[in-house]
Structure formats: structure tokens, C-alpha cells
């Protein structure tokens, strides 16, 4: 660029030679040209200015990224659930079968982001359980560069659609830092949600940098895998439209198969009594057709269903045998598994859209096209499956009666429903465990398909090499022709953790891998494997126990036993030692220690530093985006109060004031047939805490509101107190109350004043309940000190919930 300086000694110049016209050159910024006083005497040079082109005929790049999905689910692998277009896409490419995660999802992605291990991207687990050490902090680290942004920044488009799960819980706010949005690192484009898992009904949506309110309901036809493929469809077409001779990367995360499982109910019928006999017949099943299909080896042993000793074991883990169950259990629970086999399937048709598309455009050739899942199939449903899996974010127990309420209308709007653990432990089969387990492959053991017509000959072969997904970019990019820069934005990187999996393309399907060491750790288990051996912690996550200088080491030879049956640890102590040492080596360089076994709702019910300090007055006011839950006031554990300037200008005033949450779990404060309620939603369990004034209200000026106070904690930590309703300085109504022990929803739906966005709090009214017929000034939300924190009470949940 021309700087004003230089701009001067040229004229300077010119000046000096009688006004001569000789041509002044510069070297500055990379310019190669020639500057002159006179434009027509220079000779420009664009080389510095035009962004960097791909390598020639360079490949673009469709990663599909599902959750919660274990090896046996899918029909390539020899599952029930019937994936039309990922068939189609293992028929023209490679089925990989030992290919791992960590076995949990933002630690997953993490490693797809950047080819470093998660602890390196400051994931040691998800976002919202961050804790202020280096490998768990929630935030990538400048030595780990984004993989994005390299393509971006070497002349690809870059695509973002449907679940992010990496920005950390306190960013996720119209104020908040961007810093960690997909945004800001190396994507052109996003289109999805940002927390863990959202209602596929009534999405938690934003677009690029700002949040938006889904474009339907679902009365007009609207699920969000639906609307993930179109807008998926929309920005390629956009992009070929402009610029078709550039390559793109489009990673595509569904919100399947998260909990909630919401399924077109459609879509769910078609599996009707597919899974009647239950998971142990099941899993016998599957694993039969698995080693058929050559997925497994003909002597693989089926894991136990409740591996792990009893003092060291989850009992919201356990898995229930099927003969044991009653006739309206099995009932219910086969349900469960067509809805969720229904969400599976319904998604990856509205994904077949997307390969129709390039297959009709001339794009599939040269497409390398990955679909995986990010960890094994969940647990965290309990032993009884739940219609409300927030429930398990609060530890509080499940009601079988309660939930056969819903059978008719599971995978519905009504419901935020999830499998019980015998689901997820079939789906997983043959191995042992399921998510959050890293030191066994039924949380780690994944999906994985990749299918690049140009790029790999073989057509519908397994490949067995032992892979994991920080491979994944070392992978991609050898196949583009691109390097991770050792330094980037004047910041040496890590190295990449992992190696590319490229040489698999042209290998032996049992040839050897290239691969020779992968630690894991998630939430206070850990396992570690080297050169096909594997060494195991018996310990279960989120079970508080701690103690882990006591854990003891199991070993597996994985290359011969694949389903880790068979512990060989008294045999060959010698051997486990080696890996014992190796994960201390890996757990040094990855910045693993601490541990973390804490249970759930105490590890998500920690407050975490934000830019905004926690205070005990909030002011909020009407109109403005949903407030998410991370940055919301707190009112879980405390006295509270919610008070509202409101002036009534029509006598049939109606609408929501205040409200936080869903029909999962919330609370609202809003104005119904004249007169004032106030609704406590406590975990969807109905009848809801509805308190209704004694007195209408009529046209004027008022100080509306409500006022909890604290009296004691109930048996799972929940508050229990008495709330009264406020009209100016009038009680007009009153009772008992009991509060959630922990968050609304995971991710859940925002504050909000003057409507109520997504799914109503309360079924007095339907969303979003725009107040109308007066002016709100503005809300104040008053909290009383710390939340109320009994260290016996705590301890005693924490066992409730192991």
C-alpha cells in the first residue's frame, strides 16, 4: 500500500529532477510494481492482493458429524436403524471400524477443529463444565489454529451448520465475546445452535454472529433437520453461484442423535415393534449380523452389560435386564428405541438432499464426504429412559407412571425424551459402556464412513485400522495439498497430534496402521491405547468417588480382542505398566491432570467467571434477544424476587411479562384473562406450581411481581419454600413452592421480557405470548447473596446420583 510518507518522498523526488517522471519502486507490503508520480508511467502488481487460490483441482470437503451414535446402530454396520444415504455413500467409499473419539462431544470436536488432542484445546469435557486449568478451560488456545481457517485462508469456502458445542457457555450472549464463534474462526458462514443439544422443535437458532427465531413451527411442517439441509443447500447453491471453480468445507452437525430424540412421528411407526424383544436380544443380534458383515472378527465376545464392580459402579448407569422389566416398561422403552431409530433415519434422508444435490451438480466427484458420530450412544437417559432428560441434569429421579403419559406422543413437541442405559449399551455393541466411558470403545468405538469417488479406488471395502478423530485433520489436509503452518499469527503451534489416515485409502483392508498411541480421559476415566494393546482405569464418570491413585488397571489386547473381553493384566503386569507409564507420559504433554469426576448437576451447577461480575440486581427489558441461561441471573438454590413496571393500557391486557425456560422446566410471570399469574415449571412434572391473583387488573399504572423465599432443601436438592404474588404492595395469592436444583435445560431456552421465545413455560399459554395491551418499562430480578450450598445436602446427592 502506499503510505503518505512515500507518497511525499515521490513527490519529493520529482520534485528534486525538475518535475522528471522517472519511476519510484517500492518493496513495501510485497509490492512488486512500479509508482511513479503519474499512474500512467506505473506499472501496478495485484499479486499481494488477491486472496490464495486452492491447489489446482483441489477437493471440497462434506464432514457429517451426528451424535450419540454407537458402532451398532447403523445398517452399514449391521444395526436396525436404516441410513438409506449412508449406505449409498459406503457403497462408493470406505466403512472404517476402528475409528475412536474421546467419548464426549465438545472434547470430539475440538480435536476435528483444530488435529490437536482435546486437552491441548482447553476441552478436557464440554464447555459448560470448564474449570480453570489448562486442559480444561473451555477455549482453544493460539497454538492450536483452527483448521478452517487454514482452508480459508488457502482458497476455500467455509461452512458451518447445526451444532457448535465449542464456545464457552458464558459467550453464548448478544454481548458476549466472538472470539470462539465459528465465525471468527475460519468459517464464512453459520447457520446452527451453540450449546450442547436444542429442541428439535423449537431450536435455539443463530446465524453467523446473532441469534434468530426458527423460520416455522412445528403446526407449519418444521423440525430442524429439515431445516439444517436447506439452509445447507442454500449457502452451497449461493456459493457456486458466484465462485464455482472454488473448493468448500462444510461440516454438518445435525442435532441427531442428541437427546431430545424428536422424531416425525412417521418416521418413528416405521420401526413399530422392531425392538420388542428388547436390547439383550438386540445386541445378540446385531453382533451376529456385525460379524457377518466382516465389522467385527468372527471370535469378538459380547461385552457385559454392568461391566464394572459394584463399588465402583454408576447406578445411573446400570442397565436393567430386559426379563426384569414389567409389561409397561418394555412397552415404553421399545417406543423409545423407534423414536430414536426414527430421528436417526429422518435425518439422514433430509442429508440425502444435500448428496442428491451435488451428485446432479457435478460436485460429488471430488467431494470427499466423511460421516461419523462423536462419541457412543448415551446413558444419560438412567436406567428408566426419561420424556424430560433434564431431569438427569438435576439428578433427580424419573417417574415410570409419569412418563407412560407420553407414549403416544414421544419424539413430539410435548416431550424432551431420551432412551433408557440398555438402549445405549445395545447401540454400542459388542463393547462394553457407552458416552462419557473413554477407557472403553462403547464410548469411544465409532462410525465412521468416507467416500471420494476421485480420490479413492476402492468401492464398498472396510478398512480395520486403529484411527482416532484428532487423524482427521492430518488426513484432510494431505488429501488437500495444504500444511498446518508451524507458526501462525506469529504464535508457534502445537504439533498436530494425530496422523493422517490417507495411506488407508489404497491399503489392505487388515493392513497395519499407522497409528501407534492414543491416550484418553473423560470425566475421570481414563484408558490409553499403544501398538494394539490397551490398558483401562476401572472408574466411572461423574460418579464423585475420586481416589484415582487406587483405580486399578485393566489390559486388553485389542488387536485380538476387539470387544476388550478378555483382561489380561495378571498375565502380563510388566506390559501394563508400560501403558500405565505411557498415558502419565501423554497426560504430561496434553495437559491432562487434573481429574474430574464430579458428579453432573455439581459440576454444571459451578458458576464460571465472566465478563459480566454475578450481582444480586438484574434489570432487563422488553424486546431484546433471549437471554441465554449462562449469563442469566441465577435464581437456583436462593431467595428470589421478579418485579415489573408495567402500565395497562387496555382493559383485556394479555401476555407474557417475564419468562425463562421451557415447558421442560421455568418459570413465567404474565397476565392471563385480567388477572396476574405467576407459573413454576419444575422439571415438566405436572400439574405446574400455578399461582393466579385474587384480584383482576385493570387499566393503570402497576408494580407487578413475585418474591420466593428459601426454607429447605428437599431429598434431590431441590428448594423448598413459600412464594407470594405482588400486585403493587398487595399478597394476592400464595403458597408452597419448590425450585429446580440445577439449570432449566442444558442449552435451553433464554430469559426473555415481553414474550416468551421457543417453547412456553407453561401451557396457559402458547408462544410466544406477546404481551399486549400495555407498556412493560422494564423487569428487575433480585437474588439474595450466594446460592444456598449445603455441604451434607451435597454429598448426599452426589450419592444419589452415583
Known sequence: ?????????????????????????????????????????????????????????????????????????????????????????????????????????????????????????????????????????????????????????????????????????????????????????????????????????????????????????????????????????????????????????????????????????????????????????????????????????????????????????????????????????????????????????????????????????????????????????????????????????????????????????????????????????????PFKMFKRYSQYAGGTNDPLVISWPKGIKARGELRHQYHHSVDIVPTLLEACGVEMPEVYNGVKQYPLSGVSMKYSFDAAPDGQTEKKIQYFSMLGTRGIWKDGWKAAAVHSPLSGKGNFDKDVWELYHVDEDRSESKNLAAENPEKLQELIDAWFEQAEINKVLPLDDRSAAEILGTERPSQEAARDRYIYYPKTAPVPEGVAVNVRGRNFKILANVEITEANASGVIFAHGSRFGGHSLFIKDKKLHYVYNFLGIKPEQTFISNQTLKPGKYTLGMEFTRESAGEYGESMGSMKLYINDDVVAEGPMKTQPAKFTLSGDGLCVGYDSGDAVSELYQSPGEFEGGIIQFVGVTVEGTPYHDLELEAKRVMMTQ
Open 1 to 429: 500500500m502506499l503510505t503518505l510518507a512515500l507518497f511525499s518522498v515521490s513527490l519529493q523526488s520529482c520534485k528534486e529532477t525538475g518535475g522528471s517522471q522517472e519511476p519510484t519502486t517500492t518493496a513495501e507490503d510485497g509490492f512488486k510494481g512500479k509508482i511513479s508520480l503519474d499512474i500512467r508511467d506505473s506499472e501496478s502488481d495485484w499479486s499481494a492482493y488477491i486472496p490464495k487460490s486452492a491447489p489446482e483441482d483441489a477437493p471440497n470437503i462434506l464432514f457429517i458429524l451426528y451424535d450419540d451414535t454407537g458402532l451398532g446402530a447403523w445398517s452399514p454396520y449391521g444395526g436396525a436403524i436404516n441410513m438409506p444415504t449412508l449406505d449409498r455413500l459406503a457403497a462408493n467409499g470406505l466403512t472404517y471400524t476402528q475409528w475412536h473419539t474421546t467419548a464426549l462431544c465438545s472434547p470430539t470436536r475440538s480435536t476435528i477443529l483444530t488435529g490437536r488432542n482435546h486437552h491441548l484445546n482447553g476441552m478436557a469435557s464440554i464447555t459448560e463444565t470448564a474449570d480453570g486449568y489448562p486442559g480444561s478451560n473451555g477455549r482453544v488456545p493460539d497454538q492450536a489454529a483452527p483448521f478452517a481457517q487454514i482452508l480459508r485462508e488457502n482458497g476455500w469456502s467455509t461452512f458451518w451448520i447445526g451444532k457448535n458445542h465449542n464456545v464457552p457457555e458464558q459467550d453464548v450472549a448478544s454481548g458476549g465475546s466472538r472470539t470462539e464463534w465459528p465465525t471468527q474462526i475460519g468459517f464464512d458462514r453459520f447457520y446452527g445452535f451453540l450449546g450442547g443439544e436444542t429442541n428439535n422443535w423449537y431450536p435455539d437458532l443463530v446465524e453467523d454472529n446473532h441469534f434468530i427465531e426458527a423460520p416455522a413451527t412445528p403446526e407449519e411442517g418444521y423440525h430442524l433437520s429439515k431445516d439444517l439441509a436447506d439452509k445447507a443447500l442454500e449457502m452451497l447453491r449461493n456459493q457456486q453461484a458466484t465462485n464455482p471453480s472454488k473448493p468448500w468445507y462444510m461440516w454438518f452437525n445435525p442435532g441427531a442423535n442428541h437427546a431430545p430424540h424428536h422424531s416425525p412421528k412417521e418416521y418413528a411407526d416405521k420401526y413399530k415393534g422392531k425392538f420388542d424383544d428388547g436390547y439383550d436380544a438386540y445386541r445378540d443380534w446385531v453382533v451376529g449380523r456385525m460379524k457377518e458383515k466382516g465389522i467385527i472378527p468372527q471370535d469378538t465376545e459380547m461385552a457385559a452389560f454392568n461391566p464394572l464392580p459394584e463399588d465402583m459402579a454408576n447406578p445411573a448407569d446400570y442397565v436393567r435386564p430386559w426379563e426384569e422389566l414389567n409389561a409397561d416398561e418394555k412397552r415404553l422403552f421399545a417406543r423409545m428405541a423407534e423414536v430414536y431409530a426414527g430421528f436417526s433415519e429422518y435425518t439422514d434422508v433430509q442429508i440425502g438432499r444435500i448428496i442428491d444435490y451435488l451428485e446432479e451438480s457435478g460436485q460429488l466427484e471430488n467431494t470427499i464426504v466423511l460421516y461419523a458420530a462423536d462419541n457412543g450412544a448415551s446413558g444419560e437417559g438412567s436406567p428408566n429412559g426419561s420424556v424430560n432428560e433434564n431431569k438427569f441434569f438435576n439428578g433427580y429421579p424419573d417417574d415410570l407412571a409419569e412418563n407412560l403419559k407420553y407414549i403416544d406422543v414421544l419424539g413430539g413437541p410435548d416431550t424432551y425424551n431420551h432412551f433408557p442405559t440398555g438402549w445405549a449399551a445395545a447401540f454400542s455393541a
